[in-house]
């Protein structure tokens, strides 16, 4: 599949003020007409509301579904998020 819109999660605000930076990479099931069926943690990022910004912001992902031989098929990806802070 190709991802045509990945929103940024927000940061949240108990993260940003402990000045906590992190990357999350979570597992989508993308259906054969593009939309998002299921979102996993993969690999977390340590901290469990970068985790779960992160898994939210998945869920608003669009995509373009994968192709077997000309037909749209189901399959599981995965995306990658990093909280970075910014001065």
């Avoid at 992160?54 to 869920?59: I, L, Y």
């Avoid at 000309?70 to 399959?75: D, E, F, K, L, T």
Wanted: hydrophobic letters at 40%.
């Amino acid at each position: 599949p190709v991802c045509t819109y990945k929103p940024m999660p927000d940061y949240p605000e108990m993260a940003k003020q402990a000045e906590i930076e992190g990357t999350v990479t979570v597992w989508l099931y993308i259906k054969a007409d593009g939309t998002v069926a299921d979102v996993q943690l993969y690999n977390s990022s340590g901290v469990g509301s970068l985790d779960q910004a992160a898994m939210s912001a998945a869920w608003n992902t669009r995509w373009t579904p994968a192709r077997n031989n000309g037909i749209p098929v189901g399959v599981w990806t995965s995306i990658t998020y990093n909280f970075v802070l910014t001065d």
